[in-house]
């Protein structure tokens, strides 16, 4: 089944304790990306790549850190979270990362991440 | 740069009755349009996307979405409103600038009355 995958899918963690949550998408797409989900905020966008090691930043990017030595795995690193990191955090992937092809992006289920 | 809004953070509607989601955008190129919707404790599912090739967009759960360019919209809509399509509903838009980044509106819930 065509899916993308993200570990845990909930996590609670305290101050400055150094996190990684895990994204691995199987349908060999170029595309991966992090945002988080705040009320009222919408979905932004943290980080994301284009390829194999290629990697941006996004509109919050800040506390983050991200890697992408597999095509299928984008994992997002947070080496001293703090409470305002406290969301919910989705990877997201899609075939092309080209403007023109119009991709759609497939979303894993979600991270909810609480830090005390 | 792009922006989303969506007009009202909740919606209420009868079951049976017209669902309306509003969305307007901004984008300084022609841009790709979205709708996504969240199940409670779910990721985002896609309902339909523009493309360019027609302004009427047909998507899943006979949701659909109309482009019109002079009013910067993409409103979603529903003809008649079934107790399943409770969710929270988000547009979003990309104008290719960074890959295939999108720009989310800040969601509407939509709650169906019995």
């Known amino acids: 089944e065509a899916q993308v995958t993200q570990n845990p899918r909930y996590l609670i963690t305290v101050t400055g304790k150094k996190l990684t949550v895990t994204c691995s998408q199987n349908?060999?797409?170029?595309?991966m990306s992090w945002y988080r989900q705040d009320p009222g905020l919408g979905l932004r966008q943290i980080y994301y790549?284009?390829?194999?090691?290629?990697?941006d930043k996004g509109d919050v990017p800040e506390g983050y850190k991200v890697s992408r030595k597999e095509k299928r795995n984008f994992p997002l690193i947070l080496e001293s979270p703090s409470p305002n990191q406290t969301s919910l955090y989705f990877c997201?992937?899609?075939?092309?990362?080209?403007?023109?092809?119009?991709?759609?992006?497939?979303f894993g289920p979600g991270t909810r991440l609480t830090v005390l | 740069a792009q922006s989303v809004t969506q007009l009202g953070s909740h919606v209420s509607v009868s079951e049976g009755a017209l669902v309306l989601l509003r969305c307007n955008y901004s984008?300084?190129?022609?841009?790709?349009l979205f709708w996504y919707v969240q199940y409670p404790n779910q990721g985002l599912q896609l309902l339909l996307k523009?493309?360019?090739?027609?302004?009427l967009v047909k998507g899943i759960n006979g949701f659909e979405a109309e482009f019109k360019k002079s009013e910067t919209s993409f409103h979603l809509t529903k003809p008649s409103a079934h107790m399943s399509d409770a969710a929270e509903y988000f547009c979003?838009?990309?104008?290719?600038?960074?890959?295939?980044?999108?720009?989310f509106g800040t969601g509407t819930r939509l709650a169906v009355r019995p």
């Open positions: 979003a838009v990309s104008d290719g600038s960074s890959g295939d980044k999108l720009t």
């Open positions: 997201a992937s899609s075939p092309h990362g080209s403007r023109g092809l119009n991709n759609e992006q497939f």
């Open positions: 349908m060999n797409h170029e595309y």
């Open positions: 523009y493309t360019s090739a027609a302004t």
């Open positions: 790549s284009m390829n194999v090691e290629v990697t």
């Open positions: 984008s300084s190129v022609p841009p790709y």
